[in-house]
């Protein structure tokens, strides 16, 4: 799926998501799944509970982390697609 400022993302209708410390666990029952993510895959994970756009997330991302805008949306796109490729997340254009 191409990402782009629309697409809309959110946690799948089955994922399951718990706090451990600083890290978010996801389990995803269709796709047979669990993920442990760092702090800043928590973040994101925690903004996905409820549908936002691409562009709400990195511009609420870049208020929240001290690293270059292209980073930031570069390393989010990976985890996106890296958790659309689970099942964990959904996305819409």
């Given amino acids: 799926m191409k990402i782009d400022a629309t697409t809309t993302f959110c946690l799948a209708g089955d994922c399951l998501a718990t ?10 029952l269709k796709g047979g799944v669990y993920l ?12 996905l509970s409820a ?18 805008p292209q ?6 796109k990976d985890l996106l697609e890296h958790l659309l490729h689970h099942q964990v997340i959904e996305a819409r254009s």
């Fill in 71 to 76: 980073v930031i949306e570069s390393d989010t």
């Fill in 51 to 68: 549908p936002i756009r691409f562009d709400d997330l990195i511009s609420g991302l870049r208020r929240d982390f001290d690293a270059p």
């Fill in 19 to 28: 706090r451990v410390d600083d890290e978010m666990i996801l389990m995803s």
């Fill in 36 to 47: 442990g993510l760092d702090r800043m895959a928590s973040k994101i994970a925690e903004r």
